[in-house]
Every structure is written in structure tokens, then in C-alpha cells.
T-cell receptor, first 113, second 112 residues
Framework: DAGVTQSPTHLIKTRGQQVTLRCSPKSGHDTVSWYQQALGQGPQFIFQYYEEEERQRGNFPDRFSGHQFPNYSSELNVNALLLGDSALYLC????????????FGQGTRLTVV | SQQGEEDPQALSIQEGENATMNCSYKTSINNLQWYRQNSGRGLVHLILIRSNEREKHSGRLRVTLDTSKKSSSLLITASRAADTASYFCATVITGGGNKLTFGTGTQLKVEL
């Protein structure tokens, strides 16, 4: 049983560019959340997708957007990249929207230069 | 913003010793979870304790929750070098859906 898979593992982008990160949830999970983790900090919630709709959103600008597909996989898009967007981006899936444990992928390390 | 803080920020112990980490949070919660992170990669879920529970065990882990003090502790007994990692507490806030709000983390180093 594959866990949560994210791609790519590492990415280098230039300021102003756009980036798309991808996540496949654990089998049987239908809810996907995205987190941003800056160096030395705890992860910060970006948004959550369920039934192909954004259900919750953290304190992130509109440059951060996402999508969930019918197979429950998800994408995180960031436009107009800033140096401060450099971080580890983590995807987490859970089997429903109840308060259960989340399973995390290994993350995508994004470096903006 | 972070929900709370963890204490200590860093902890260094010898193999075989016990490690205790504390987490404080600010608002009413549905549950509190502890995660481990190795070398800045993915987080691994360790244990979940609900707001109506006071103590929970899983293997060498013991978690306590004091909702009156808005605090939790994670005890790792008989630590091993493989326990070296960063440990985060995360809360599911009452009325906040099921998003996780993480603390600042404790870096644990277990030396041989």
C-alpha cells in the first residue's frame, strides 16, 4: 500500500516564475491538505481539498492555489514566486474530514533564487 | 501563526535515557497529535490524544494532555539513537475543521 507520494522531491525556480507541485494521497483517503514548512519552523496550513473543492484555507495569499482531481490527487500552484516562498511543501492525506490522523508525504523542497 | 510552543527547543540525551518534551497551545482543541520529522523530510504520525483523554501509551511513547493548562507532554522511554529527530505537536482546534496547527518543534538528539 503506497503512502502519500509527492513530486518532484526538489525544485529550483527563479523569482517571478510559477510552480506546480503534485500529491497522490494514501489509498482510501479522500482529503488532501497542503502545508508550508520554512527552515527551522513547524508546518503552516495552506489549504485543504475535499470532493474537489477547497474547504479550508490558511493565511496565504491568492498566489497559492490548488486543485483536487476525481481520483483525489491534488496540485499546489504558486504564482509569481518570491524568495520567501522557499520552503518544504508537505502534502497530507486523511480518510475523511473528521479529526483523524494525517499521513504526510516526504515533501517537495522548493528553492526560489 | 503557530498555535503554541514546544519546550525545550533542543534536547540532547544519552541512549537509554528518557526524553520528555512539552507542548503548550492557546485555544480549545478536539485533539492533539505528535509527529516526528527526520532530517527535514516528511512527518510521521506518532500518537493522537483526544480532548477527553488524559493519557495515552504507544510502545515506548507516553502522552499526557491537560486541557485546563492547555498543555501536553511526550515521553520517550529508553531512547535510542534512531529516535534522533524533530518532534512536533499539532492541534485540531475546536470549530477549526481538521486542519493541523503545529508547534515550533523540539530537536531531540540521542547520543550513543
Amino acid at each position: 500500500d503506497a503512502g502519500v507520494t509527492q513530486s518532484p522531491t526538489h525544485l529550483i525556480k527563479t523569482r517571478g516564475q510559477q510552480v506546480t507541485l503534485r500529491c497522490s494521497p494514501k489509498s482510501g483517503h479522500d482529503t488532501v491538505s497542503w502545508y508550508q514548512q520554512a527552515l527551522g519552523q513547524g508546518p503552516q496550513f495552506i489549504f485543504q481539498y475535499y470532493e474537489e473543492e477547497e474547504r479550508q484555507r490558511g493565511n496565504f495569499p491568492d498566489r497559492f492555489s490548488g486543485h483536487q482531481f476525481p481520483n483525489y490527487s491534488s496540485e499546489l500552484n504558486v504564482n509569481a514566486l518570491l524568495l520567501g516562498d522557499s520552503a518544504l511543501y508537505l502534502c497530507a492525506s486523511s480518510r475523511d474530514r473528521a479529526n483523524t490522523e494525517a499521513f504526510f508525504g516526504q515533501g517537495t523542497r522548493l528553492t526560489v533564487v | 501563526s503557530q498555535q503554541g510552543e514546544e519546550d525545550p527547543q533542543a534536547l540532547s540525551i544519552q541512549e537509554g535515557e528518557n526524553a520528555t518534551m512539552n507542548c503548550s497551545y492557546k485555544t480549545s482543541i478536539n485533539n492533539l497529535q505528535w509527529y516526528r520529522q527526520n532530517s527535514g523530510r516528511g512527518l510521521v504520525h506518532l500518537i493522537l490524544i483526544r480532548s477527553n483523554e488524559r493519557e495515552k501509551h504507544s510502545g515506548r511513547l507516553r502522552v499526557t494532555l491537560d486541557t485546563s493548562k492547555k498543555s501536553s507532554s511526550l515521553l520517550i522511554t529508553a531512547s535510542r539513537a534512531a529516535d534522533t529527530a524533530s518532534y512536533f505537536c499539532a492541534t485540531v482546534i475546536t470549530g477549526g475543521g481538521n486542519k493541523l496547527t503545529f508547534g515550533t518543534g523540539t530537536q531531540l538528539k540521542v547520543e550513543l
